[in-house]
């Protein structure tokens, strides 16, 4: 399982997969397909309710109760050969349904889950001995865990989620984005696939086919539900984390980057433009806004002009800025705030800039602009191939801005840098529950970088890069006087 994916490694596979895709290799049909069916095949795992779909989802529960830890590790094992095998398919579904993010980019994704998602090894129990005998702690299941998927990283999240699920032992029902039903769908419908295909359940994981805030809400008020997690945007959060049951949840970011005067500039240049645009912006842990010493700043723009970006002038940027959100005034308040246009989200470059009369080539993958702090760029997470940069003239001030551009979300940040100290300091000051240093952001998910991967980072409820562990509760089972055998 435990693959290293090196940056040579990464563009062989994503050269391959784009070759098979534009020879037709893998062929996904993305025409006749909906949410409850695909290619007139019916989608196992999908109900016209939730109630059904919980049902089904318990009922999976108990069956799995009634195997062993090395069935489970066949499922997961299953899972990962089967997300391997329909990871250009699930991409395609995903880009063709949701108008997002990079076939290329998604397929990797699927790769990264199928190789770094931990299984059944991720559940150890613990002992402690002494003068009064053994006491054991487990890690059990839940029972049914009630999922909410984003529109982002839709079945990249449904695979990833149900592994660790799985792993620990628990039955799932999804209520996944209704902006990306079909590719969730077809997810679900994979991973009970791959499950029944070595012995498991027909239905382990659930889902519906028409997803709403009232499935949702039946969801969180079903007594069958024992744990909702969430990974979504900043409403959905909230929602989930007011139900009154125990909720993990995986929340917004708006991941800053600070470049002082000791990195390598052009590596920097490079690293930052590659995980900025890596599937479009559309990551959470993306980088978002760059904040870049006075002395190195001419650098690092040149090398992100080498690298794909298109330098826009101020008044291109606050003319983008009008286009890629939409404002809000509250009526009552008065108060202002910015919603993305969703037609802009997770589109190439080229796309977005054409809606303001900038027609460049698809070599194009970014936007960068120098902007003030204030700019919209830098406040709002935009999830868009555009990096608003800011000039600070030291680390206090490159530290206290980054800082407050993060929002307080304490999802994930970046730095490039040599010094050590700057580093710690931005890291400590930060709190991010992902800090990734000299390294592209996807860096921090287990792509070229050490450690599992996730797609649920759950920062607002401190599960971090979450895995099976995550998804258990812990049991305590003591044998009173025995079982020392020192
Ligand atoms: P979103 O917030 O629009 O939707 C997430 C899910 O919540 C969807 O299934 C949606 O239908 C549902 N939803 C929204 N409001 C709800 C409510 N009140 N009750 C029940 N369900 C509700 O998210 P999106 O646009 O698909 O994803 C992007 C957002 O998610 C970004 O803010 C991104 O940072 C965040 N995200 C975070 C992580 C993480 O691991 N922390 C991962 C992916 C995405």
Known sequence: MAINWTEAQVAELVAKVV???????????????SSTQYNGRKLIGVYATMEEAIAAAEAGYKAIRATSVADREKF???????????????????????????VDHKTAKHMLVADKTPGTEDIVAEAKTGDYGLTLTERAPFGVVGAITPSTNPSETVICNSMGMIAAGNGVVFNPHPGAIATSNYAVDLVNRAVHAVGGPEVLVASVAKPTLDTADVMYKHPAIRLLVCTGGP?????????????????????????????????????????CTFDNNLPCIAEKEVFVFNNVADRLIAGMQKNGCILLTREQADKLAEVVLNKKVNEKTGKVSYVVNRDCVGRD??????????????????????????HLFVQEELMMPILGIVRVKDIDEA????????HGNRHTAHMHSKNIDNLSRFAKEVETTIFVKNAPSYAGIGFGGEGHTTFTIAGPTGEGITSAKSFTRLRRCVMADHFRII
Not at 76 to 102: D, F, P, W
Not at 253 to 258: D, H, K, L, Q, T
Not at 399 to 406: H, S
């Open 76 to 102: 997961i094992t299953s899972i990962r050969n089967y997300c391997r095998a329909e990871a250009g398919t699930m991409a395609a579904l995903g880009v063709a349904e949701t108008k997002m993010g990079r």
């Open 19 to 33: 070759s098979e895709i534009r020879s037709g290799s893998p062929a996904p049909a993305t025409e006749n397909w």
């Open 399 to 406: 530290i206290t801005l980054a800082c407050k551009a993060e």
């Open 349 to 374: 470059a080229r796309v977005i800039l054409a809606k303001i009369g900038i027609n460049v080539g698809p070599e194009i993958r970014c936007a960068i602009a120098e902007v003030p702090f204030e």
């Open 235 to 275: 409403g959905v959060v909230k929602a989930v984390l007011a139900s009154g049951k125990k909720a993990i949840g995986a929340g917004a970011g708006n991941p800053p980057v600070i470049v002082d005067d000791t990195a390598d500039i052009e590596k920097a240049a490079k690293d930052i433009i590659d995980g």
